[in-house]
């Protein structure tokens, strides 16, 4: 079965710095990888994804993660960070299976 | 826009009592799911519905139960509630049942079993 690991329950950065959310995961097969988001007191939200193809992904905010397969890794990051972007961050992988299963997240604070 | 809309909000319940989540989408989703977000452990899947009159067993169903009512609504019961299902459910919906499908989620019920 696939499983996700994010490193790094708290991150914390200065506004305008880099945002570098790590994950990795473990899959025998090509998988399907995601990244979430989720404000206070809301569902989670699809900033990206990885399907096929290219392996830098574009999302929402500025966010992009790229797919290295030698690493085992969808690492997310954000040039220049906003406070806006405070949040916790969730990796996701699935297969066409569609269990999904979701990394334990990571809380993303910003600071002024 | 609607989305995703989930009932109640909030509940807290006597270790032994039962209750009924409602979910329900408006999006035409073809698949529904239910998870529940424990602190450092992420979201973990507890059944999922590929399409109307189908469901099926996800990776932490004990104690739980579902119903595909319709192509709208999925509700997950818990019948005799205890301490171990305090947590965060959420409801979420997809296109259809395939490994690459977008998420929708609805914003969630905070269960308290005492």
């Known amino acids: 079965a696939q499983s996700v690991t994010q490193l790094g329950s708290h991150v914390s950065v200065s506004e305008g710095a880099l945002v570098l959310l790590r994950c990795n995961y473990s899959?025998?097969?090509?998988?399907?990888l995601f990244w979430y988001v989720q404000y206070p007191n809301q569902g989670l939200q699809l900033l990206l994804k990885?399907?096929?193809?290219?392996?830098l992904v574009k999302g929402i905010n500025g966010f992009e993660a790229e797919f290295k397969k030698s690493e085992t890794s969808f690492h997310l990051t954000k040039p220049s960070a906003h406070m806006s972007d405070a949040a916790e961050y969730f990796c996701?992988?699935?297969?066409?299976?569609?269990?999904?299963?979701f990394g334990a997240g990571t809380r993303l604070t910003v600071k002024p | 826009n609607a989305g995703v809309t989930q009932t109640p909000k909030f509940q807290v319940l006597k270790t032994g009592q039962s209750m009924t989540l409602q979910c329900a989408q408006d999006?035409?989703?073809?698949?529904m799911y239910w998870y529940r977000q424990d602190p450092g452990m992420g979201l973990r899947l507890i059944y999922y519905?590929?399409?109307?009159?189908?469901?099926d067993k996800g990776e932490v169903p004990n104690g739980y139960n579902v119903s595909r009512l319709n192509k709208r609504e999925f509700s997950l019961r818990l019948e005799s509630a205890a301490p171990s299902q305090t947590s965060v459910y959420f409801c979420?919906?997809?296109?259809?049942?395939?490994?690459?499908?977008?998420?929708?989620f609805g914003s969630g019920t905070q269960l308290s079993v005492l």
């Open positions: 990885y399907t096929t193809g290219a392996t």
């Open positions: 899959s025998s097969v090509p998988p399907y």
């Open positions: 519905s590929a399409s109307e009159g189908t469901t």
């Open positions: 979420a919906s997809s296109e259809a049942h395939g490994g690459n499908e977008k998420l929708f």
């Open positions: 996701a992988v699935s297969h066409n299976n569609n269990d999904m299963r």
């Open positions: 999006m035409n989703h073809n698949s």
